[in-house]
């Protein structure tokens, strides 16, 4: 019966995290755990690091393409202030959103390490010398020029940064932070994890927007930089 109710839960969600599955149907860690592994191999969910996805989950984001096109003089605006929290030798992280890339491409070569799913945060890299890149691999997502999946998680969970810099689909600095598919969101919030701060990039265009997928709480996040008057 609980297995049951949990499919329809994560249905209805989109996704869902073990712990927000313990409190809701109050019982322990571990036995969410052993429930979704055994609706995963079942085939009614997709087990992903930290909790589950609905099967009817769409993929509705839109490509790298499209989305390094939308509002660049903005996106170079703000990643201009994210320019002032980076310095030597920290452990970065930069997921594979469109404004990481434009934070990756005006990077000073420095003494840094920058962790990334990103194919085009490693290429717009590569040739400042002083940084050293670390990819997650994984499976890689034409759509997203990115990699996702397990090995991507599992690699990341063996980490521990000084600072990441993520985006969104939608953000209010009274809720949470959305994106629009599970590949995104689950490397977004295993960055979030594995990070002492986190700075979350977001234009004006997605404040007060919400999405499929919750990546985490208002509080998760350090500090926004953003150009909404909203605030």
Known sequence: MRKTKLVNHINEAGSATVIELSKHFQVSVETIRRDLKTLDKLGDIVKVHGGAVSKHVNDIGQSFTDRSKNHVDEKRLLVDKALDLIS???????????????????????????????????????????????????????????????????????????????????????????????YNCQIKKSFIEISQEVILIADKTKFKKRSLLKICDINDISSIITNTRDQ
């Open 88 to 182: 030597e030798g920290l452990f970065i992280g930069l997921d594979a959103s469109s404004s990481s890339w434009e934070l990756a491409k005006i990077m000073p070569n420095i003494n840094c390490t920058v962790v990334t799913n990103s194919l085009n945060i490693i290429q717009a890299l590569k040739n400042k010398s002083n940084i050293h890149v670390i990819s997650t691999g994984g499976s890689f997502s034409m759509k997203y020029d990115a990699f996702y999946g397990p090995v991507a998680m599992s690699t990341l969970s063996n980490f521990s940064l000084d600072i990441c810099f993520i985006s969104c689909v939608g953000f209010d600095f009274n809720s949470s932070v959305w994106d629009s598919n599970e």
